[in-house]
C-alpha cells in the first residue's frame, strides 16, 4: 500500500507515524515557570542530535498559534530543561504527568515526586529517573499552529549509581531497564536485545571471499 501524505489529515498522519517510528525514547521534562512551580511533562518526540556540541531535541506540543503549554513557555522564558530518561519503574509516574492538569499544576508536586537540585541548571531533576540530561535552550522554532522544536545543549548529566561503568563509560542495561514509547497505550520493555557486528567495508569484502575494490 502506497500513501500520499498530502492526501491526509494531520490527525491521521500523526497516527501512522507514532505507530511506524517505534520504539521511541521518552523525556519526561522538568521546568521552572516565572512564579517557581516545576512542571513535569512527557514527551516522545525525543533524540539525541549529536555529540559535538551535545545536543537533544524536542517537539512540544502548542495549544494554538500564540500559547504554548507550560514546558515550551518555560523553556522559552529560562532556556532551561532537564530532560528525565524513563525506566520501567518510572514508567506509570510518567503516565500520571500527561494528566491534562491545569495551567500553572506542579506534576511532581501533585504527585508526590521527589526533587533533587541539578547541578547547572533552575530545574531540579526527579530523583527516581535512572538518568537525567541537564540542558539549556541551543535554539526554538515554532512550526505551524501545533508544534515547537526545542534543540537542547546538553551542559550536564546524572546517573544512579550503579548504571554506569565509569572507565569504560558504559551502562548495565540489566540494571538501566529503560521503557520505550509505541503507539496509543502501548509501551515497550528494552529487556530482550541482541547484537550486530558492524563491519567495515574490509572486512565485509573478507567475509564474502573476495577483495577490496575502487
Not at 505507530?19 to 517557581?36: C, H, K, Q, S
Request: proline letters at 5%; aromatic letters at 8%; hydrophobic letters at 40%.
Amino acid at each position: 500500500m502506497d500513501l500520499a501524505f498530502a492526501e491526509l489529515d494531520a490527525r491521521q498522519r500523526y497516527k501512522l507515524l507514532t505507530a511506524l517510528v517505534v520504539p521511541r525514547p521518552i523525556a519526561l521534562v522538568t521546568t521552572v515557570g516565572p512564579e517557581g512551580v516545576v512542571n513535569a511533562a512527557p514527551y516522545s518526540f525525543f533524540n539525541t542530535f549529536g555529540q559535538d556540541p551535545p545536543l537533544v531535541v524536542l517537539g512540544l506540543d502548542r495549544r494554538d498559534r500564540t500559547t504554548s503549554k507550560d514546558t515550551g513557555r518555560n523553556i522559552d522564558a529560562t532556556g532551561e530543561f532537564v530532560i528525565n530518561l524513563v525506566d520501567e519503574d518510572l514508567a506509570e509516574a510518567m503516565n500520571l504527568c500527561a494528566v491534562d492538569f491545569p495551567a500553572g499544576t506542579s506534576e511532581p508536586g501533585v504527585l508526590g515526586l521527589e526533587l533533587v537540585a541539578s547541578r547547572h541548571v533552575r530545574p531540579g531533576r526527579l530523583a527516581r529517573a535512572p538518568a537525567a540530561l541537564e540542558c539549556r535552550l541551543f535554539t526554538l522554532m515554532r512550526i505551524g499552529a501545533s508544534r515547537e522544536l526545542v534543540i537542547g545543549e546538553v551542559v550536564g548529566a546524572h546517573i544512579r549509581d550503579g548504571l554506569l561503568d565509569a572507565e569504560r563509560l558504559r551502562i548495565d542495561y540489566e540494571r538501566y531497564r529503560p521503557v520505550g514509547r509505541l503507539c496509543g497505550d502501548l509501551y515497550c520493555r528494552t529487556r530482550e536485545r541482541f547484537a550486530l557486528r558492524r563491519l567495515s567495508y574490509a572486512q565485509w569484502c573478507a567475509e564474502q571471499g573476495g577483495e577490496e575494490t575502487g
